[in-house]
């Protein structure tokens, strides 16, 4: 299954963008941490914890270890125009063998009234292909140059995005950072079901 044919059968061609969770129209956003704002660094660990914790019960809900997934990984390369390697495939996919399955386009994302190119990473594959603990980590640790581990992000003026398709139900999962994630869903129960179980965390949603 490829992306640009899921999303055309089930989001109307929708571009997996960082603000491709204004531009459909059921979904849910869940911000993490509890709101403990306290600060982060490599000896004040409390909140990232609270976040593994929260960000592994979400996939659960959303992922079962045998579904299909699309992995999308987005960098935006500066005006170099390099070829930007966010060393994502050796770091967190099982099998090495599944490289000569990566799908790589290019697009131009209008944000605004700006122009920025994607280089954008897709890869089919299990969800028990991955080593999905240690990415989702890797999402939370996107802003904090001292945690580890991190994707890479030289020529880019982003740093890297990771969308989880589930090819099952039809979700879209996006962890954007240490903040929070988006849910986007086509099955009304399902995203129905969702809320109800997220009822007391702090989130957002639509409808």
Not at 90 to 106: C, F, G, I, P, T
Request: hydrophobic share 35%.
């Amino acid at each position: 299954m490829q992306l640009k044919k899921f999303m055309e059968e089930h989001y109307n061609g929708l571009a997996l963008s960082p603000d491709f969770y204004h531009n459909w129209d059921t979904g849910i956003h869940v911000e993490l941490g509890n709101d403990n704002h306290q600060n982060y660094d490599k000896h004040n660990l409390p909140r990232f914890h609270i976040e593994y914790k929260q960000v592994s019960e979400i996939v659960g809900l959303l992922f079962k270890k045998t579904d299909d997934v699309i992995v999308v990984v987005n960098s935006y390369p500066d005006e170099t125009k390099n070829t930007v390697n966010p060393n994502f495939f050796k770091r967190y996919v099982k099998n090495q063998k599944k490289k000569y399955s990566l799908l790589l386009q290019e697009y131009t994302w209008l944000f605004d009234e700006d122009k920025i190119s994607v280089q954008q990473m897709e890869l089919y594959c299990k969800v028990l292909d991955l080593k999905l603990e240690l990415l989702l980590k890797t999402c939370i640790h996107e802003d904090f140059l001292s945690q580890n581990p991190r994707l890479k992000r030289k020529h880019s003026i982003y740093a890297p995005d990771v969308f989880l398709v589930n090819t099952n139900t039809k979700c879209i999962f996006h962890l954007y950072d240490d903040n929070g994630c988006e849910i986007l869903n086509t099955d009304m129960e399902f995203h129905a079901d969702l809320l109800d179980y997220f009822k007391e965390w702090n989130t957002q949603s639509k409808p």
